[in-house]
Every structure is written in structure tokens, then in C-alpha cells.
């Protein structure tokens, strides 16, 4: 079975797109946008339905080339994955709305925050985990070059992948590909040019992420001239789907004082 790339909805329904004229409707419900991390998929946040208000729209971020999404050509660049994805997206965004990225996730995150925020259509807050901020980056090492032993062993470094796929070569090969795609979108990410957001942000973190160190990731309070609020639990780079009900718990309350706020 093949699957179409593009924006899913957590919840199952069919998507709606956004009316030009919602005179006389009910108020529009809230949307949380999901992007997923590197070698990852919109599956990756299904666990966090069940522990985020049920009037939310839950959507997620699918990039072309995952495992499910055969014969797609996968984005390469942070540019085409932001073409391919803010098309899909804006008109979906028929309300308020928030956006949360993990990892790769992130940096698309906030980039997609950015241009909507460009374009008259600000999010509310913006979510980044797992990831180092553009100034923090440096020269990151070319991992989308690596051999096939290299990006192996790193998958087993950053945690994520259950054992028993390393043993299955067929299953191993289709995920190395994916991942090696991702992250030359991560490698050769620069941040795009632009003023920083004016939304609040906040910043997650696991405390043993061999990949963010906790000091580098509070720098994307440089990114916006709104507050910044920082959290982490305990694990590493994939703490988050470790900890779904209070990570989740997490993302509603800051949602929630940031909406607050602003009545």
C-alpha cells in the first residue's frame, strides 16, 4: 500500500479546508501542526491524540519518501521541504493555530512559522524540540554523506530505532535511505532569511540528548522577540515518545496561557 505525502490529520477525518468567508459560522477550532524528526513520518505523533484536548485539530507533517510514500521524490533542502508543505498546509489553517516540530521537525517548524507569520497568518506558539538553533549549529559534519556502517551506528547512538531492526537488512536499507535524505535537509539547513517571530516559543529538551546540549537549545529565545519558556525530562534525543503523557501535558499548557494571554 502507498501512501500520499502531505498534511494528515491525527484524528482520521477527512481535512477541511479553510472557507474564505466564515461570517455567520461557529468559531473555527484550534489546530496543532505536528513535523516530524528525521527519518520519521506523521505517524510518529499518532500517541499524542489521546492526551491533547479533543477539540483540537491534530495535524502532521508527512515529507515525500518515507517508507510509505514509494516512487515520491524526497525534499533535499529545507527550501523544498517548505515548498512542498506550506502549500498543503495554509489551507487547513482556518483558525488559530499552533505549531510543534521535533528534531528535523524543528528547524521546519520554525521556518514555517516564520513565512505564515510573513504572510498575515502568525501562530499562536511555536514548539521546538530536540533541536539547536541556527547560530548554534556550526559546521555540522556532512551525515547525509556517510557510509551505510557510519549512519547504522549513529541510529544506534541517538536512540529511536528497536533493536530488531538492525537485524532485518531489507527493513535497515529502507530507513537508512529516508534517513539519509532528512538529514541532508538538517545538514545543509542556514537559517532563511527574515525577521525573528514575535509569538512565544517554547523550547523542549531530553537531559541526556547526546545531539542538543541544554545550553544550546535555550538559544532560540534569540529567534523571537515574544518569551521563550524551556522544559526537559529525562532520556535523549527521543525522550518525547518516551514520555507522551507529559510531554503532551506540557504542550496543552502552554498552549492554553499562551491563548489565555491574549483574550
Not at 461557529?26 to 492526551?51: I, K, N, T
Request: glycine share 8%.
Amino acid at each position: 500500500m502507498v501512501f500520499e505525502p502531505g498534511v494528515k490529520d491525527l484524528r482520521l477525518r477527512p481535512p477541511t479546508v479553510a472557507s474564505a468567508d466564515r461570517s455567520g459560522a461557529d468559531p473555527a477550532p484550534f489546530s496543532l501542526v505536528f513535523a516530524h524528526h528525521a527519518g520519521g513520518s506523521a505517524a510518529a505523533f499518532a500517541p499524542f491524540v489521546r492526551c491533547l484536548p479533543a477539540e483540537w485539530n491534530l495535524l502532521s507533517v508527512d515529507l515525500p519518501g518515507r517508507m510509505m510514500t514509494t516512487g515520491q521524490r524526497a525534499c533535499r533542502t529545507s527550501t523544498e521541504a517548505l515548498d512542498f508543505v506550506l502549500p498543503r498546509l495554509r489551507p487547513l489553517l482556518n483558525g488559530p493555530f499552533a505549531v510543534f516540530g521535533h528534531s528535523m521537525g524543528a528547524l521546519l517548524a520554525f521556518e514555517a512559522a516564520r513565512a505564515l507569520s510573513q504572510e498575515g497568518m502568525p501562530p499562536v506558539w511555536v514548539g521546538l524540540s530536540g533541536a539547536a538553533p541556527p547560530q548554534s549549529r556550526g559546521d555540522r559534519a556532512q551525515r547525509h554523506e556517510w557510509p551505510r556502517e557510519q549512519l547504522t551506528a549513529f541510529m544506534r547512538r541517538l536512540g529511536g530505532t528497536p533493536e530488531p531492526v538492525f537485524e532485518m537488512p531489507d527493513v535497515l536499507d529502507e530507513m537508512i535511505q529516508v534517513l539519509r535524505g532528512d538529514l541532508a535537509i538538517v545538514d545543509t539547513y542556514r537559517a532563511h532569511p527574515g525577521p525573528p517571530l514575535r509569538v512565544p516559543v517554547s523550547v523542549f529538551t531530553g537531559q541526556d540528548d547526546p545531539a542538543v546540549p541544554a545550553e544550546a537549545a535555550a538559544r532560540w529565545s534569540e529567534h523571537t522577540t515574544a518569551r521563550t519558556t524551556t522544559r526537559s525530562w529525562p532520556g535523549g534525543h527521543f525522550y518525547l515518545f518516551d514520555r507522551v503523557e507529559a510531554v503532551g501535558s506540557a504542550i496543552r499548557e502552554e498552549i492554553h496561557a499562551v491563548r489565555r494571554a491574549v483574550r
